[in-house]
DNA sequence: CTGTATCCTTAAAGATACTG
DNA sequence: CAGTATCTTTAAGGATACAG
């Protein structure tokens, strides 16, 4: 989107996942998968976008290895890989945050197991220990670059609240 | 961006949350929060977006109640808010997914605890117990619309694999 | 039904100069 | 240092007509 910046310059993980599920449709194109959908015309009855930009995102998903396409080449199936489906965890944790934080009238739609059971809210954890916000720390890894190292020192010798 | 469509008329928890922080920047923005940074020059050091820009989303995230802005005036400190917090599974499962299927040479960024243990990675659980993706069920929620619920319904039909 | 091709509008982002 | 104001560029998205 108006996008001169390239985030996947930015050293990060984050940036990285944003450069190719960061966009408006991307992520609910994922949902819609997720929840079952599977052709061209359903998608776009389920988000209402263009056609052309539909077909875009498709075409950009299943290059990157999130979607399948398969059957026949005029009515093809679209179906989550195990790399799209690896994006359930985050797809949903954003979808708590919005039920808790932006939804007013009660959630639209509630994930359940095939049992009934509410999906559990996704908490931060290490080692199986609950975790709290502010025992957050940030290290730099094997991918890290010199001046990212640099600036996590920097923020580590910040004190830490909550 | 070019957001012709609004995404918030899209019932679902997800559109909600993505019509918050599904820019470019704001996951980024608050991703420098909860690493520490606070000021103006720090995000805009950081990140290397335009003055304008940061301005306009700094602005919107106050407004939305994901930052505070406290201290001087003329040279106030960002600092996440409980609201702005409770992102950090999502945004956290985002990088997971991002250090697990786009990272390259290893993940920039190891997030610990404040005893160096890694962060555990985020999996789907109801009731404790561990899921998998063929596990997952979408239901009607409270705010549900009555064409969202017959989509719903529809869906739930499909077999599901794996 | 699943796209492609084209045109058009809008707005997001960058750059820069300026202000308190 | 932390913005605001203004200008320009560019690209994302929508609409529609058409094709396989």
Known sequence: MAEKTDLSRLNCSLAGALSIVGDWWSLLIVRDALLGVQRFGEFRQSLGLAR???????????????????GPEQRPLYGLTVKG????????????????????????????????????????????????????????????QPDTRTFLAEMAKRPRDA
Chains 1, 2 share one sequence.
Do not use: H
């Open 52 to 70: 052309n930009i539909l077909a875009d995102r498709l075409r950009r998903l299943v290059a990157d290895g999130i979607l399948s396409r398969e």
């Open 85 to 144: 489906r690896a994006l359930a965890p985050a797809l949903l944790a954003l979808m708590q945050w919005g039920d808790q934080w932006v939804s007013k009238e009660g959630p639209p739609v509630v994930v359940t197991d095939s049992g009934g059971r509410e999906i559990d809210p996704f908490t931060l954890q290490a080692g199986g220990r609950q975790l709290g916000y502010g025992d957050l720390r940030f290290q730099p890894g094997a991918g890290c």
